[in-house]
């Protein structure tokens, strides 16, 4: 199994381009995350999904947008990204929410925003 | 301002010896998880503690939980140069519902061989 995928791992835009993350599961878990990472801070949550076709808002959700058409991908959109999102992003899936137990993390996608 | 803040932010010690880092957080929990980061890679779950445990073991880790001070201890002990990474302790309220997962700061580890 290869667990949590993401791709690209490293990308640089320009102000105002858009681009579209990728992360895959090959575990059949319901729930998926992504969160990002920043310099002197913890995880924060972007979007969620608890199940195919469902996404839900979480902490930092502004300037971003989600899809989860299959189960097994979600979907992280930038769609005019700004030297503010420039960060690690990481994808995560689980069993059950992510309060109640693991959350498998995939590599991270290293994005600059010129 | 974070639920959970580590300390130390940064901690060095020599292959053998045990690391102890801890979780300060402001809320009531449910649980408490730890995760590892190893430089550019995904966290790794270690272990989950919930409110009404108070220790809790996984091989060489051990997890303490003191709601009343409302804070958490990682111990790594017998410490190997594997184990250099970052620390992140991550709390899961009581209220806001089981998606609610409040990661810290963590603690960066090195361990010198």
């Known amino acids: 199994n290869a667990g949590v995928t993401q791709t690209p791992k490293f990308r640089v835009l320009k102000t105002g381009q858009s681009m579209t993350l990728l992360c895959a599961q090959d575990m059949n878990h319901e729930y998926m995350y992504w969160y990002r990472q920043d310099p002197g801070m913890g995880l924060r949550l972007i979007h969620y999904s608890v199940g195919e076709g469902t996404t839900a808002k979480g902490e930092v959700p502004d300037g971003y947008n989600v899809s989860r058409l299959k189960k097994q991908n979600f979907l992280l959109g930038l769609e005019s990204a700004a030297p503010s999102q420039t960060s690690v992003y990481f994808c995560?899936?689980?069993?059950?929410?992510?309060?109640?137990?693991?959350?498998?993390f995939g590599p991270g996608t290293r994005l600059t925003v010129l | 301002s974070q639920q959970g803040e580590e300390d130390p932010q940064a901690l060095s010690i020599q292959e053998g010896e045990n690391a102890t880092m801890n979780c300060s957080y402001k809320?009531?929990?449910?649980?408490l998880q730890w995760y590892r980061q190893n430089s550019g890679r995904g966290l790794v779950h270690l272990i989950l503690?919930?409110?009404?445990?108070r220790e809790k073991h996984s091989g060489r880790l051990r997890v303490t939980l003191d709601t009343s001070k409302k804070s958490s201890s990682l111990l790594i002990t017998a410490s190997r140069a594997a184990d250099t990474a970052s620390y992140f302790c991550?709390?899961?309220?009581?209220?806001?519902?089981?998606?609610?997962?409040?990661f810290g700061t963590g603690t960066k580890l090195q361990v010198i061989p």
């Open positions: 995560a899936s689980s069993v059950r929410l992510a309060g109640s137990g693991e959350q498998f």
């Open positions: 503690i919930r409110s009404n445990e």
């Open positions: 809320t009531s929990i449910n649980n």
């Open positions: 991550a709390t899961v309220p009581n209220s806001g519902g089981y998606q609610k997962v409040t």
